[in-house]
């Protein structure tokens, strides 16, 4: 059952991805498959690639080398953390607050 819903979850997030390209806001843009679920390719903002990862079974969206410059260890890389730590995990939708009806911070009230 989780199989189906983790191949569910790519297909959905495929299908936004490609409505971008479609459209001509994405260039460049491609699917890999790989073992824990699938990158997607695209060059967005002046062509600038990105890949978006899904891990639907670690429930995991990654845009991998978004902040390339930004050294590990140095505060903007802590301040990054932590705001996007307060985003996530348990307890916190992420979602922004119109969207999901929580506080403005997007998470759940304590």
Known sequence: MDDLIYRHAQQEIG????????????????????????DFHFGWLYGQPFTLGCEPGHRRLSLLDLLPRVETGSLMHKEIRAWLKG????????????????????????
Do not use: H, I, M, N
């Not at 936004?16 to 679920?37: C, H, I, M, N, W």
């Not at 985003?87 to 304590?110: L, M, T, V």
């Open 15 to 38: 299908a936004v991805l490609q409505d971008y390209a479609t459209r001509g806001v994405f260039q460049d843009y491609r699917v890999e498959p790989r073992k824990s679920g699938v």
């Open 87 to 110: 985003r996530s995990g348990a307890g916190c939708a992420g979602a922004p607050a119109r969207r999901s009806g929580k506080g403005a911070s997007g998470c759940a009230p304590a």
